[in-house]
């Protein structure tokens, strides 16, 4: 594997859990996360989680993140008889019992599409079960959006399977893979060398540019809206700067590759520190899952930021000429 995370006491810890949500009880499941994530908030070492809802044609299956400074601090957590206590009272919202995947060391997942698969090794085909990711690996490499996998070895006293992260630049890109003939084909030759094995699916393409705080639990908005976004807030970004900032630079005579590379870091920081935040406030009602349930707020939504979008173009039509 490209990289190779064992259990490490000093390093990083991230716990993947998935529930299925009863379908009435979806309102009440939130309100409960909601409260688990004030609890776990007071652990040492907590670091932030992320929820994220069942995607589109799936099953109501919902995934929450939770990250800690280090391995011991998150066993803390899960071993605490606070979050028993919330489990207990949570456990008639859900479709049988969560499953969950600690990840102890690796590297940051945000802004990308991860899939986090769990498998139950066969006692001493381990070795075998080893080579047999890396010739997953090797696959994966040649498939487009493959941006990176990490293998994670059993965490002593806290999980006996093994977890694999594999990550992807787009949605399509992941179910590109997981559906792919040539990962039926190697699955079909590992099922000697483990039991069973469960697939989550978690993260999103835009991720940084679209937090609404930790405590809303209300997920994260679906790619194709965190794109119309951006470009609502980024077209009106690279005009000005192309009329201000380009041309103070153009008569400046500063060379293009540097200009270009000035324009994208002013640009970057205006969406991330400036628009961004504001139109995802300004648009929370169509972007938060957890608000937008009806077709009506979707197509609103939508045709909101298109025509801001015609707008903003007139203008700029009107006054450059």
Not at 57 to 84: I, M
Not at 109 to 129: I, K, L, Q, W
Not at 195 to 208: E, L, M, N
């Amino acid at each position: 594997m490209s990289t190779r995370a064992s259990r490490d006491p000093g390093g990083s810890a991230t716990v993947v859990t998935s529930q299925r949500v009863r379908a009435d009880r979806v309102e009440d499941y939130k309100r409960w996360q909601e409260k688990t994530n004030e609890v776990v908030r007071g652990f040492d070492g907590f670091q932030g989680t992320e929820l994220y809802p069942p995607a589109s044609g799936e099953e109501n299956e919902w995934v929450v993140v939770f990250r800690f400074s280090r391995v011991e601090q998150l066993t803390e957590w899960l071993d605490s008889n606070a979050r028993r206590q919330l489990l207990v009272e949570g456990r008639p919202l859900f479709d049988g019992p969560p499953t969950q995947e600690v990840l102890s060391g690796g590297t940051p997942t945000e802004d990308v599409v991860t899939a986090v698969v769990s498998h139950d090794v066969r006692p001493g085909r381990e070795r075998e079960f080893i080579h047999w990711q890396d010739k997953i690996l090797k696959e994966q490499e040649r498939h487009p959006g493959f941006m990176g996998s990490e293998l994670f070895k059993p965490v002593k006293g806290v999980q006996d399977r093994w977890v694999v992260a594999f990550r992807f630049d787009t949605r399509e890109h992941l179910e590109g893979w997981l559906n792919s003939e040539a990962r039926e084909k190697l699955l079909t030759e590992g099922r000697d060398y483990f039991g069973s094995y469960d697939v989550r699916k978690i993260g999103s393409a835009f991720g940084a540019w679209f937090r609404f705080g930790e405590g809303t639990g209300e997920g994260v908005p679906s790619n194709w809206k965190q794109a119309m976004s951006v470009v609502l807030a980024l077209y009106p970004t690279v005009m000005i700067l192309n009329l201000t900032v380009g041309d103070w630079l153009s008569r400046h005579k500063v060379p293009g590759y540097l200009a270009l590379f000035i324009s994208n870091v002013l640009s970057v920081s205006v969406l991330t520190w400036l628009l961004m935040p504001l139109v995802t406030r300004a648009l929370a009602f169509w972007l938060l899952p957890g608000r937008a349930r009806s077709v009506g707020v979707h197509v609103a939504g939508a045709a909101v930021v298109a025509v801001s979008c015609l707008v903003i173009i007139t203008i700029f039509g009107l006054t450059t000429g």
